[in-house]
Every structure is written in C-alpha cells, then in structure tokens.
C-alpha cells in the first residue's frame, strides 16, 4: 500500500506558475513509477507527466510540454510538478498517481491515488 497527499494547489492569475507537491507514505517510494493527471468538469481524466522510479526517464502531455515539469525526491518520499505559464485551459483537480511499472501512461495503469488538489487559472 502507499498513500498519497498533493499539495500546492490554488488559484493563480494566467501566466502565474504554481508548484504542485505529492508526498508518498507506505512501502519503498523508489519502487514505484509516479505521475500527475488533471481532470477538469466534464473532461476525462488525462495524464500530464510521469516520472521513472529513478528519474531517468519523463513522459509530458502535449498540452504541457515546454511549460511543466516533473521531478521526484526519492529520499524525501516525495514527487513534484512545476508549472509555469499557466493557462485557463489548465484549470482541474490534479491527482498524484503512484505504481510499480517502469512507466505507465494510462490512468488504468496505476494502482495508487492522492485525493486531488484543486488548480484555477484565471484569466
């Protein structure tokens, strides 16, 4: 088992930048393959970065490429998303996803969940 707690999240002007933080309880954090999906209203769940357990690879949504960015602290327990100009489009809950596979992209995929924190972009 492994729990999940984001932080970070708020409500930030367009163009502003936030920093998202996931921090990991249970078994060995560097077991594990970490990741961040967004869900807004009405909008399936997609992903927006993934972390290897070692940070050796990441893998960015196409909407996000160039402005966020995904890191881990494997001796702090502890995942993070930079994100930097913000858009509107960006608004959703953020989750931190958590699984033992080299580097899963679908959400089905992974076996663990925080509980979300929210992110508003105003424009």
């Known amino acids: 088992q492994v729990q999940l707690v984001e932080s970070g999240g708020g409500l930030v002007h367009t163009g502003g930048s936030l920093r998202l933080s996931c921090a990991a309880s249970?078994?060995?954090?560097?077991?594990?393959?970490m990741a961040w999906f967004r869900q807004a209203p009405g909008k399936e769940r997609e992903l927006v970065a993934a972390?290897?357990?070692?940070?050796?690879?990441?893998y960015y949504g196409d909407p996000v490429k160039g402005r966020f960015t995904i890191s881990r602290d494997n001796a702090k327990n502890a995942v993070y998303l930079q994100m930097n100009s913000l858009k509107p489009e960006d608004t959703a809950v953020y989750y931190c996803?958590?699984?033992?596979?080299?580097?899963?992209?679908?959400?089905?995929?992974?076996?663990?969940w925080g509980q979300g924190t929210q992110v508003t972009v105003s424009s």
């Open positions: 996803a958590a699984d033992s596979v080299l580097l899963p992209l679908k959400s089905y995929e992974y076996d663990y």
């Open positions: 972390i290897s357990r070692s940070a050796g690879s990441t």
């Open positions: 249970g078994r060995t954090f560097s077991g594990y393959a």
